[in-house]
């Protein structure tokens, strides 16, 4: 077991409607990644937060936001979902220093 | 150039066979190549990693091998399980980006008994 915790670990939503996911990083982690998996593919880079700032962002529209709390853990926030948007999402911690990323076993949201 | 392209798809190899999982990337200024290891409805779990100022690395039964002038690196799988069937990917960061990864595709491998 890695440390990382996800929840919730299954979520159903509504096109339009919005979501939140929450990650609580490994100790001793000041470093939150978000990726999204599609089914069958690869994960793909949303953004980072270091020290509650965003420290990095992939090639995501604006309705995709994040916050990182004093003790590390941190939110994703979609707004607007679209059908589009169901995945695997997946939160990593790391430090900033260094490349190891450990990974938490994932929210699996479905939008319909 | 951010792309880091994985080969084969998929693999299926016999219990203690040797499956090989090749990765080729064309962005220089990567400098940490780790692998990963995907169980259904799980997160990925990082197996082993590599930086590029050496060849070859092992850890257990896991070995990559780096080549840094073909830009390729690839995963050994020594005296395989069929516990090893899962989807293995390959990523690559740089420390300018943060570590931000870039991901393979992917290969599903199967080792059967």
């Known amino acids: 077991e890695t440390g990382v915790t996800q929840s919730p670990t299954h979520l159903i939503k509504t096109r339009g409607q919005q979501v939140t996911l929450r990650c609580s990083s490994q100790?001793?982690?000041?470093?939150v990644s978000w990726y999204q998996q599609a089914l069958g593919q690869g994960p793909q880079f949303i953004f980072q937060y270091y020290r509650e700032e965003e420290n990095g962002r992939g090639n995501f529209p604006p309705r995709f936001s994040g916050l990182q709390f004093p003790n590390y853990s941190s939110e994703l926030n979609v707004n607007a979902l679209e059908l589009d948007d169901s995945a695997l999402y997946l939160c990593a911690s790391s430090l900033v220093s260094g490349g190891e990323a450990f990974f938490g076993q994932g929210t699996r949201l479905t939008v319909v | 150039q951010q792309q880091v392209k994985q080969s084969p798809q998929s693999l299926i190899v016999q219990k203690g066979g040797i499956p090989i999982i090749n990765c080729a990337y064309e962005?220089?200024?990567?400098?940490?190549f780790p692998w990963y290891q995907q169980f259904p409805g799980k997160g990925p779990a990082l197996l082993i990693a590599i930086r590029p100022d050496v060849s070859e690395k092992k850890e257990g039964r896991f070995t990559i091998s780096f080549n840094k002038s073909a830009k390729q690196f690839s995963l050994h799988i020594m005296d395989s399980q069929p516990g090893d069937s899962a989807t293995y990917f390959c990523?690559?960061?740089?420390?300018?980006?943060?570590?931000?990864?870039?991901w393979g595709a992917g290969t599903k491998l199967i080792i059967k008994p």
């Open positions: 100790s001793g982690h000041n470093t």
């Open positions: 990523a690559a960061s740089t420390r300018d980006s943060n570590y931000q990864l870039i």
């Open positions: 962005n220089t200024a990567f400098d940490y």
